[in-house]
């Protein structure tokens, strides 16, 4: 299929993503005194999931800065994510079942790119065990393949998968039965933009930064609107406002673009 104008990210931003990643390293090391400044949890049980391709070391800074925020923080611990594999299908309901009944509270679900479309599957499935999704840079409205440059990558195990998915993706129908936060970049080389928005309502939101793909999971800003998302109290929700003093580290977030806008794949 051939790349349409405008469909998925500009080569640039693609090979640029590891060095514009180690970039945003840099700003983690030098933003880490705001720490301090982040608001404090209730301790209630987070689930983390890593995006494709990679494993619960990718999510570590996130783990454990939401540990530092007194959150009790798990990672999947089902190895490299290749896809939806039966270990991974079954492995993530009995982890999410598991932190459920451990903690005798909802969880929140934390999916960085292809985990966040795997955390609001498991919002669709047991909205019960689910307080809120909170998705990083994550293409849940991705229509067609151009979209992405991890296609071939996702399409590299495919005989592995249990769960077959045509774009659009058919769960994004509606909208999820918690609250939904998805936090994305412009700038993302691997996803376009576009694919990681919500569509506006009650109580779901778009919140932009100036990532890239693979350092969204750490970048100083990402942090600060997990921190601040996670921090509302329970059964309540409000949308995401930065603090005064970080104001130009969110850009302006964009609306979706209609379905019937969309450039259409020959």
């Given amino acids: 299929m051939a790349r349409q104008q405008g469909d998925g990210p ?3 931003l693609y090979l640029s ?4 990643a180690f970039a945003d390293y840099g700003l983690y090391l030098a933003a880490r005194p705001l720490v301090q400044r982040l608001p404090k949890g209730d301790g209630h049980p987070v689930l983390v999931l890593p995006g494709l391709l990679a494993d619960d070391s990718s999510t570590r800074i996130l783990r454990a800065t939401l540990r530092r925020l007194d959150y009790r923080v798990h990672g999947w ?7 939806p594999t039966a270990v991974c299908v079954n492995g993530l309901r009995d982890k999410l079942d598991y932190l459920h009944s451990r903690y005798r509270r909802p ?4 999916g960085w790119s292809l985990g966040g479309i795997f955390a609001r599957d498991l919002a669709r499935q047991c909205p019960d ?5 909170i998705t990083l840079g994550s293409p849940f409205r991705i229509e067609r393949e151009t979209q992405t440059r991890a296609g071939k990558a996702f399409d590299r195990y495919a005989h592995l998968h249990v769960e077959q998915r045509q774009f659009p993706l058919e769960s994004e129908g509606c909208p999820l039965p918690v609250p939904a936060t998805s936090i994305y970049s412009h700038y993302d080389g691997i996803v376009h933009w576009q694919t990681c928005l919500n569509t506006p309502g009650e109580r ?5 930064v100036t990532a890239s793909h693979l350092g969204i999971g750490h970048h100083p800003a990402a942090l600060w ?13 409000a ?10 580290a969110f850009p302006r977030p964009a609306d979706p673009v209609p379905a019937s806008e969309a450039p259409v794949a020959a």
Avoid: H, M, S, Y
């Avoid at 993503?17 to 514009?20: A, D, I, K, T, V």
């Avoid at 611990?77 to 896809?83: A, F, H, M």
């Avoid at 609107?225 to 929700?237: C, I, M, N, T, Y």
């Fill in 204 to 208: 779901c939101e778009n919140i932009a």
């Fill in 107 to 110: 969880v929140t679900v934390i």
């Fill in 10 to 12: 500009a080569l640039p």
């Fill in 239 to 248: 949308p995401f406002k930065a603090p005064a003093f970080l104001r130009p």
């Fill in 225 to 237: 609107a997990v921190a601040d998302r996670l921090a509302q109290p329970e059964g309540e929700w």
């Fill in 129 to 133: 065990a689910v307080r809120q999704v």
């Fill in 77 to 83: 611990g089902l190895g490299r994510n290749i896809g």
């Fill in 17 to 20: 993503e590891p060095g514009r």
